[in-house]
């Protein structure tokens, strides 16, 4: 009976000694994390995400790191410029563990450390740049403040990934002075602006004047070349004609150089009479002058209008010259 019990008993104890044993020996690692095993106390490798398996009583789990990307949240700090300008300045940080063993081993708290050196190496950055400097080139802080991070904690196993400024707040003076500077550069690009535009229409303006006389002068050179054509085709033509009846009389048609007489005396008579300053004409012509000039029209009249067809053939004129005198 003893016995028997004593039996149950030891089995009871091995069957929870292999549970306890099986339920150290296997592991099961969260997907993004990384489990660090040591043997007595030493580390020895790593268990990656999934089923891990240790000795039991011999090997344990150390650490468990984080290997996804984490971000730390630097508090505000101040810092002073070179030019002795007291900013505050607060920025965050994001990290990933490359190398879980060199994380949990080599350095004793690594969000604390890592919080540290961002802190100093901004007071760093920030004492290296004007006020201007660093309020208008914040890319360039972050780009130095990730390349100096990426450096320092490389021996740790950690990858520097981004490391963003927040915000930079200078003093309250300071910032009133900024505000009235920026006020006063505005209006001046407001001024220069207006002032540009004011240049450029007046440019136009005289383009367009420019453009303008241009086309009159191609207008009036346009017409004065067509007066002169005019002109000179009204000269061939007046040339042709005192020609042809040059040619009558040569043939002793004294009537062409009646008509040709009489047709420049009525043209001098109507431009006398029709000149804007002439109010009065006097025109002392010779009664008989005048009426043997008449009479001369109308033989010319008479030579073109009647029996004069047959001479003006003759005689090879044009009808505007006239024929023979009768």
Do not use: C
């Not at 879980?100 to 708290?109: D, G, I, P, Q």
């Not at 080139?137 to 950690?158: F, K, Q, Y």
């Not at 927040?166 to 009235?180: E, H």
């Amino acid at each position: 009976m003893d016995f028997s019990v004593g039996v149950s008993v030891a089995a009871v104890v091995l069957v929870a000694l292999v549970v306890v044993t099986l339920g150290i020996g296997i592991n099961i690692v969260p997907q993004g994390h990384v489990y660090t095993v040591e043997r007595f106390g030493k580390y020895h490798r790593s268990l990656e995400s999934g089923l891990g398996l240790i000795a039991p009583y011999v090997e344990r789990i150390g650490r468990r790191v984080n290997v996804m990307e984490q971000v730390i949240d630097v508090p505000s700090q101040e810092a002073f410029t070179r030019d002795n300008a007291g900013v505050r300045i607060d920025a965050v940080v994001f990290y990933q563990v490359l190398d879980a063993a060199r994380a949990s081993y080599e350095v004793s708290n690594l969000e604390v450390a890592m919080m540290t050196l961002t802190m100093t190496n901004i007071r760093t950055v920030v004492g290296s740049m004007d006020l201007d400097q660093l309020l208008s080139h914040r890319d360039e802080i972050n780009e130095r403040l990730l390349r100096v991070m990426d450096v320092a904690a490389s021996p740790w196993g950690v990858k520097m990934t981004r490391i963003e400024i927040k915000d930079i707040v200078p003093p309250a003076d300071l910032a009133g002075a900024m505000a009235r500077q920026m006020k006063a550069e505005r209006e001046k690009r407001a001024s220069v602006l207006e002032a540009e535009g004011h240049r450029q229409a007046e440019i136009l303006r005289a383009e367009g004047r420019k453009q303008s006389a241009i086309l009159e002068a191609e207008g009036r050179k346009e017409a004065a070349f067509r007066d002169a054509e005019a002109r000179e085709r009204g000269a061939e033509a007046e040339a042709r004609a005192t020609q042809l009846v040059s040619e009558a009389i040569a043939k002793g048609d004294l009537a062409a150089a009646n008509f040709l007489v009489a047709e420049k005396y009525v043209e001098a008579v109507k431009a006398i009479a029709t000149a804007p300053n002439q109010r009065v004409v006097v025109v002392p012509i010779e009664a008989a002058a005048l009426a043997g000039t008449l009479g001369g029209i109308a033989e010319i009249t008479r030579s073109v209008f009647g029996e004069g067809a047959p001479a003006r053939k003759s005689a090879g004129l044009p009808p505007n010259v006239g024929g023979s005198a009768r």
